[in-house]
C-alpha cells in the first residue's frame, strides 16, 4: 500500500502532468469539434438481420488442457454452425491446409473455398502471421487467433455467395471490416469477390448489407472525452457520425488501418487492410448511451441512412446489452462454450490423455487431485 508520503508526491507529479498536457485535450477537442454539426439522426427500418460470430478464444479455453487446446466454431445468430475445429500451437500447418480439401481437390471447408477463390494452397500462402512449422519447427501460439479470423472471413463470404435471402437481409460481421491478417494483397481480393457475391444479390431485386460492429475501437477511445466536452452524440434522439479518415490515421500506430478505397484514389495507394466506413452509432434515445464504432461495407458507404435504420430496429431489441445489436448477441450466446458443453469438452480431454498415457492414467488421476495453484490459499488468510 501506497504511504501518505508518496501518495501525495504521486498525486503532485499526476496534476503536474496533466497540466504541462492538457494542450493534448484542447487538440483532440478541435478535431473533433467540427462532427458536432454532421450529427444524422437515424430513422428506424425493418429488415432481417444475421450475424456471424466465432468463438472466443479467451473465454474458452479449458481448465485443464496441457495441449492448449482451442476450439474453432463459427455460428450465425440462427445457431446454424458453419465450422467446428479443434487446434493447438503446435498443429501441423501443411496437415491443416490439406485438411481444408477432399483428396480430389476439391473445397472441404469455407476457409477452403476461400482459399481457392484468392488461388492459394498452404495457410502459410494466405497469412504472413502462419509459418511452416514441418519437422517440429517452433512457430508463434499466436496464430492459432490468425486462424480463428481467417476462418471467420471465409465463413463470412460462404454466407453472402451461397445464402438464397428470402428478404432483404443485413449481414451483420462481429468486429470492423478490416483486417491485417491477409499476405499481400489478399484481403483487397476478397473484398472484390464479396463486391461481385452482394452485387448478385441486387441484380436479383434482394438488397444485402454488410456491416461490422465492433465493441472498442482505437478511434473511439481517443476522442471520447473530447466528444463528450464537444457534445458530439449527445442527442435524444439514435443518431450517427461519418468519422473522417485523417482521424481514424490519428488514432492508429499502422495509417494504412485506416485507408480505405475512397483514399486510394486520391494517393494512388493500394489500399490491403481497409474495407469500410467507420462511423460512431448512438441507439439510444438519451445522451448518455453507449456509443459504438461501426464499419459499413465501403462500397455501400453512401446508404449509410437505410443501413444505420436497418441496425437500428435490431440494437432497439438488444438483450442483455441494450443499444447493441440483438442479432450480434444471439451469436455470441450460439457460439460460447460454457456450462454442459465446456465439462464434456473438458472430458474429452481427459479421456483422451488416459488412453494416450495408456498404464499410466493412475497417475494422471493423482496429478488432477493436486493442489494446481498452491498460492491460493493466501487469500484464506488476508
Not at 202 to 219: D, M, N, P
Not at 234 to 262: K, L, M, Q, S
Amino acid at each position: 500500500m501506497i504511504d501518505p508520503q508518496s501518495y501525495r508526491q504521486l498525486q503532485g507529479a499526476i496534476a503536474g502532468r496533466i497540466e504541462n498536457d492538457r494542450f493534448l485535450l484542447d487538440q483532440l477537442r478541435t478535431e473533433i469539434r467540427p462532427l458536432q454539426a454532421q450529427v444524422r439522426r437515424i430513422q428506424p427500418r425493418n429488415t432481417t438481420a444475421i450475424s456471424v460470430v466465432g468463438t472466443d478464444g479467451g473465454s474458452n479455453r479449458i481448465a485443464f488442457d496441457p495441449f492448449l487446446m482451442q476450439i474453432i466454431r463459427v455460428v450465425d445468430s440462427s445457431n446454424n454452425e458453419y465450422c467446428l475445429d479443434v487446434i493447438t500451437p503446435t498443429t501441423n500447418v501443411t496437415e491443416k491446409s490439406a485438411e481444408q480439401f477432399h483428396p480430389n481437390g476439391r473445397p472441404r471447408t469455407p476457409l477452403g473455398e476461400m482459399m481457392v477463390m484468392l488461388g492459394v494452397r498452404h495457410l502459410a500462402e494466405l497469412s504472413r502471421m502462419i509459418r511452416h512449422n514441418d519437422g517440429g519447427r517452433p512457430v508463434s501460439p499466436h496464430w492459432v487467433d490468425v486462424y480463428r479470423e481467417l476462418t471467420e472471413w471465409a465463413v463470412l463470404y460462404s454466407i453472402v455467395r451461397q445464402s438464397n435471402f428470402g428478404t432483404d437481409t443485413l449481414v451483420v460481421f462481429d468486429g470492423l471490416l478490416r483486417s491485417l491478417v491477409f499476405a499481400g494483397d489478399l484481403f483487397q481480393r476478397y473484398l472484390q469477390e464479396l463486391a461481385a457475391a452482394l452485387a448478385a444479390h441486387w441484380q436479383q431485386k434482394r438488397h444485402v448489407y454488410l456491416v461490422g460492429v465492433a465493441k472498442h475501437s482505437k478511434v473511439l477511445t481517443r476522442y471520447r472525452l473530447a466528444m463528450a466536452l464537444e457534445g458530439v452524440l449527445a442527442t435524444h434522439y439514435p443518431a450517427y457520425v461519418e468519422i473522417p479518415r485523417h482521424i481514424e490515421e490519428r488514432a492508429y500506430v499502422h495509417a494504412e488501418f485506416a485507408r480505405g478505397d475512397d483514399v486510394v484514389l486520391e494517393t494512388e495507394r493500394l489500399n490491403k487492410f481497409v474495407g469500410g466506413k467507420m462511423f460512431f452509432v448512438k441507439f439510444g434515445n438519451r445522451p448518455q448511451n453507449p456509443i459504438w464504432p461501426v464499419d459499413i461495407y465501403l462500397p455501400q458507404a453512401k446508404l449509410a441512412p437505410t443501413v444505420l435504420g436497418h441496425l437500428l430496429a435490431d440494437a432497439q431489441n438488444g438483450f442483455p446489452v441494450p443499444f447493441y445489436p440483438l442479432c450480434l448477441q444471439r451469436a455470441h450466446k450460439n457460439a460460447a462454450l460454457v456450462d454442459f458443453d465446456f465439462d464434456l469438452l473438458q472430458d474429452q480431454i481427459i479421456d483422451g490423455i488416459r488412453r494416450v498415457l495408456g498404464q499410466e492414467a493412475i497417475d494422471l488421476d493423482i496429478f488432477r487431485l493436486q493442489e494446481a495453484d498452491p498460492a491460493q490459499v493466501r487469500y484464506e488468510y488476508e
